[in-house]
């Protein structure tokens, strides 16, 4: 995007789709030590949304998908490139994004799934825009996806009140001349904080076996003090960078929409930023955090709440498991 030889690249369709069922803080209460109390001052969530057995991600993306393509009145054939950032793909191999591919019959498309945890939309999205921006695509799919449910302990209060399920997907296509489009992003990884997060067991470093289940090594384990500091220093430090690379002072951001994974986070972030409350969009009361669904899910409903309008200047930022760390600067464009 900052080579001039790149054609501007902007959101063409943008959906979401959570399954309909409902976990909320009190239900949790009747399944580990813990209360809405806690809950909902520490993270500032009520509710998530849960798939039901034998509910895969992909379900869900091809759900967001469809809808997103809708919107963007492109057909499926059309679509050269899908990219889908999930940290609980259906099934190791094949990836999820061959299964997208196949449900909506994007005849012509090639994809593949990123592993970036809770940044995977936006490292889809600057994924998926670059392959329009070059030109070697018109139309291309980024989408976050996410069933946590799979892979949380539901006998673990640390963790199972902060995950939910949900998806999200944006149809990218070229931008005319002087048309709102996505300006920059900043990325960054450091994996010395891979063991903040991370699910021990199913890999190649511990493949599944009755130890690894005994031991329940399959489910997401935290330091959520380690991930929690570098979140809101993480979150404010790529935003900056992205704002002072274009001269933009977070004053003139109309919204800033990032991961949502606990709710002092997002405002500590946003307070280091001198954001103004009316500004940041926190929906993670509804959903939990649905790790690469997040984004997307807080774009649809600030849409849907009249508070993201074409042409704002938007500020997307995610810190995740990895660590993954990313912004992407837009002009809505819808
Ligand atoms: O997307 C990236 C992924 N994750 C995150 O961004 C999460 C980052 N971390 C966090 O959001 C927070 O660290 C948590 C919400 C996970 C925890 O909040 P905290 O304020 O850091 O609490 P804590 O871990 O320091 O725990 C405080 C106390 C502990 O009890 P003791 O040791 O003080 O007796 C915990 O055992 O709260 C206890 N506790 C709970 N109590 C009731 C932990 N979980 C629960 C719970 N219900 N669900």
Redesign the pocket.
């Known amino acids: 995007m900052r080579n001039s030889r790149l054609r501007p690249v902007k959101i063409t369709g943008l959906s979401t789709y959570v399954p309909p069922r409902v976990l909320t803080n009190a239900d949790l209460e009747r399944m580990?030590?813990?209360?809405n109390e806690?809950?909902l001052q520490?993270?500032g969530i009520r509710e998530r949304h849960i798939a039901d057995p034998g509910t895969a991600t992909s379900d869900l993306a091809t759900r967001a998908v469809q809808s997103a393509l809708q919107e963007a009145r492109v057909a499926p054939e059309r679509i050269g490139f899908i990219v889908v950032g999930t940290t609980t793909p259906d099934t190791i191999f094949p990836s999820t994004a061959c299964m997208v591919q196949n449900n909506i019959g994007a005849r012509h498309a090639w994809g593949f799934d990123l592993g970036a945890a809770?940044s995977g939309f936006t490292y889809a999205l600057t994924t998926a825009a670059q392959m329009v921006a070059t030109g070697a695509h018109d139309y291309a799919l980024a989408v976050g996806a996410d069933v946590m449910s799979s892979i949380i302990d539901y006998t673990d209060?640390?963790t199972c009140?902060?995950f939910g399920d949900g998806a999200g997907a944006a149809v990218l296509g070229p931008a005319e001349e002087g048309e709102p489009h996505i300006i920059d992003f900043a990325h960054e990884i450091d994996g010395s904080g891979g063991a903040a997060?991370m699910m021990p067991a199913g890999g190649s470093r511990l493949p599944a076996s009755h130890e690894t289940i005994d031991k329940r090594l399959h489910y997401v384990k935290?330091d959520?003090?380690v991930?929690?500091k570098f979140?809101v220093k993480k979150t404010e430090e790529i935003s900056r960078r992205l704002l002072d690379r274009h001269g933009i002072d977070p004053s003139q951001i109309d919204l800033f929409v990032s991961?949502q994974?606990?709710r002092r986070?997002i405002e500590a972030a946003t307070e280091r930023l001198g954001l103004a409350p009316d500004k940041v969009v926190i929906n993670l009361e509804k959903y939990g955090?649905t790790?690469a669904g997040t984004i997307p899910l807080a774009l649809a409903d600030a849409r849907r709440e009249g508070r993201l309008k074409k042409g704002d200047l938007v500020l997307l930022a995610s810190?995740?498991?990895g660590f993954t760390v990313g912004a992407v600067l837009l002009r809505w464009s819808l």
Request: glycine share 6%; proline share 0%.
């Open positions: 580990v030590d813990t209360s806690w809950i520490r993270t809770c209060r640390t009140v902060l997060l935290q959520g003090a991930v929690f979140a991961h994974a606990n986070i955090n790790t810190v995740g498991a």
